[in-house]
């Protein structure tokens, strides 16, 4: 009887196997032609959901189980290798702070500086994956290493401008600013006052260590980030070997979404260390009141956290609990009642009424769902169409991430294959590690796409919010892509050919203008600079200090310098001569040379568009009165 059951669930298990490969080649080629006719400009998902598609098929049947479920040979203290690529490793970690104290003044980092990094990356993974076991320094080495790649890299994009990063930073820090002088979250504007877990923890560190500097406070937030991914360590540990599990922490340290929020003000993709400690729970932990008390508590405090996030984990909890039932794993802290819970919970958040006169998230998220159904229109038209850039700025653009999605798939069908040979897996000692990397693995398999369909079906879900999360997972399986298909390629000297894979898909994912727009390297028209140089701030005070209304300037910058500013009419249109040809006109030279960006969300098709300065506008500054200048910025009087 229950070898009869063991065939059925092999069987379905087969199928759900075929069916994901069939879902992977159909969804990389109609992606592929769908983009190309029209003109979604992401033509390069499809393929590497087709190349990773194809070399699954070729490489699966050669897989080494040992690699991935054992630790290795014998333990060697005193190998001179390890020595080498360790004294290698401190010595250019301090080159690298060097050139990054030194950019500050220029406010760049050169690009032999991502060089260095991508090389520490190599150091770190060839120790990792070296053919003896590693003993308990060597781990503790290794996670310092990792350690410091992330700090000092966060620091270097942390401190490279004096004032915050991103576009949503002065709405943050006068949220922060506001709580620590009112003690209140309810006298703010915005719909962040319902969901303040970020804002709280930052005026928590602030207060408690009595930090004045918001720069050093970020620092203490970035280190949080980087600690809570020793629960990933554990998680692929008790799924894999530590080996894996180091390479995890790696890639997902430097993957760029993961990166972003650690210099950046961006409370829904700092709320990724949540999603890291609910999934540790869940699959890490023995089922017993602390674990469910724990995760009941992490559920709470993410559901104060970002109204999306609730999404991002039901999604996650029906995979898992699906699978599990599938694949017979019952010793999981995960219950359709906590499911339902949470259900219950988030939609009770949703439609609380917020104050008088508000729209609830649950209608917002109706009426989003019926645009979505009714309207013709996708974000992906929008955003991608204009203005249209090379093929060479498209690509590169998001290549990091790209790559690591391709060893991703590549290791989550890895993973499912090794649980499809039953020939090979059925008196294997570690099978129920199996098991359980192989419900993980579906789980990505299904994760990965979701936001590109999202992008296409349901828009305004803010897909680009998922890739955090689903960075952390493509990291896990990303490793075993990367190790498995190093050691198909080459037995003896694998560890070389993994170093020099994880090398390159560290240069790409921390060279990627997503996380480093500030010193662009490749796909500069995609991207604009984040951030104000000191000339810049001081421009802003003495603006703010004038008390004037009806101030023109590029709305990147009156962002940054006054919100109340930063309305359409204040936004310089060179084509347009109505928007500076009075009041005070502020000019950077940067907008002269990196054009002037008129936000259009959604008008003509386009998100925004990039206005280069023409000879009228130059003529009209010849014309008229300076009244400021100091270097970067001048300020006319018009």
């Known amino acids: 009887m229950n070898r009869r059951h063991d065939n059925h669930v092999n069987s379905t298990f087969g199928i759900l196997f075929y069916a994901l490969f069939f879902a992977y080649f159909v969804g990389g080629l109609l992606a592929f032609i769908l983009s ?18 194809s070399f699954s098929l070729l490489m699966s049947r050669r897989l080494n189980l040992s690699l991935l479920f054992e630790e290795g040979g014998k333990i060697k203290n005193n190998s001179h290798i390890l020595k080498i690529t ?18 500050k003044y220029e406010y760049h980092l050169p690009e032999y500086y991502f060089l260095i990094v991508s090389l520490l990356s190599a150091f770190t993974s060839f120790q990792i994956l070296k053919e003896y076991a590693l003993s308990r320094l060597h781990v503790s080495l290794i996670l310092l290493e990792i350690l410091f790649i992330s700090i000092s890299l966060s620091t270097a994009f942390l401190f490279l401008f004096p004032g915050p990063y991103g576009n949503d930073s002065p709405y943050h820090v006068e949220f922060i600013r506001s709580i620590i002088l009112s003690g209140r979250i309810d006298d703010f504007y915005g719909h962040y006052r319902y969901y303040p ?13 009595n930090i004045n500097n ?14 809570f991914l020793l629960f990933l360590v554990i998680l692929v540990t008790k799924l894999f070997n530590i080996k894996i599990a180091l390479m995890s922490m790696l890639l997902a340290s430097l993957s760029p979404h993961v990166l972003q929020p650690r210099y950046m003000y961006f409370p829904s993709s700092f709320t990724v260390i949540f999603f890291i400690f609910i999934v540790y729970l869940i699959l890490s932990t023995q089922p017993t009141l602390k674990s469910y008390i724990l995760l009941v508590i992490a559920l709470i405090v993410t559901l104060f956290s970002h109204p999306l996030i609730p999404l991002i984990l039901i999604f996650t909890f029906s995979v898992i609990l699906a699978t599990s039932k599938l694949l017979k794993i019952s010793k999981m802290t995960l219950s359709r009642s906590i499911i339902l819970f949470f259900v219950i919970l988030t939609l009770t958040k949703w439609m609380m009424s917020t104050s008088s006169g508000e729209t609830s998230f649950f209608e917002l998220f109706i009426l989003s769902v019926k645009h979505a159904l009714t309207s013709e229109e996708t974000f992906i038209t929008s955003a991608t169409l204009a203005p249209l850039y090379t093929w060479s700025d498209i690509i590169l653009y998001d290549l990091g991430m790209v790559i690591l999605m391709f060893w991703g798939i590549v290791g989550g069908f890895y993973i499912l294959s090794s649980h499809l040979d039953r020939r090979r897996t059925e008196d294997y000692p570690k099978k129920e590690k199996i098991k359980k990397s192989s419900l993980l693995s579906i789980f990505a398999l299904l994760f990965i796409p979701l936001p590109y369909i999202l992008t296409v079906l349901y828009p305004q879900s803010l897909p680009s919010r998922w890739f955090p999360f689903i960075e952390i997972i493509m990291s896990i399986f990303g490793s075993v892509g990367i190790i498995i298909t190093s050691q198909i390629l080459s037995k003896r000297n694998f560890q070389y050919v993994a170093s020099l894979i994880t090398c390159i898909l560290v240069f790409f994912m921390i060279t990627s203008p997503i996380v480093n727009p500030n010193s662009q390297i490749y796909a500069t028209k ?21 008390h004037i209304n009806e101030v023109h300037a590029n709305s990147k910058y009156l962002i940054f310098v006054n919100t109340s500013l930063a309305r359409p009419e204040n936004f310089i249109n060179p084509k347009n001569p109505n928007t500076y040809k009075s009041g005070l006109v502020v000019i950077r030279n940067y907008d002269l040379q990196k054009g002037f960006t008129i936000p259009l969300f959604g008008a003509k098709g386009k998100l925004l568009e990039i206005i280069r300065p023409s000879k009228q506008f130059y003529n009209f500054l ?11 910025v001048r300020v006319y009087f018009s």
């Open 622 to 632: 010849r014309n008229s009165n300076k009244i400021y200048e100091n270097g970067e």
């Open 526 to 546: 995609l991207s604009n600079r984040q951030a104000l140089t000191e000339s810049e701030i001081y421009s802003g005070l003495f603006l703010n200090s004038l």
């Open 86 to 103: 360790s004294m290698s490793y401190f010595y250019l970690l301090t080159v690298s702070i060097f050139i990054s104290i030194n950019s």
């Open 197 to 209: 877990v970020y804002h709280l923890l930052f005026v928590f560190i602030e207060v408690i260590a």
């Open 214 to 227: 918001l720069k050093l406070v970020q620092l203490n937030m970035a280190l949080i980030q980087i600690l």
């Open 36 to 53: 190309y006719f029209h003109h979604w400009n992401k033509e390069h998902i499809g393929i590497s959901f087709l190349l990773a598609f």
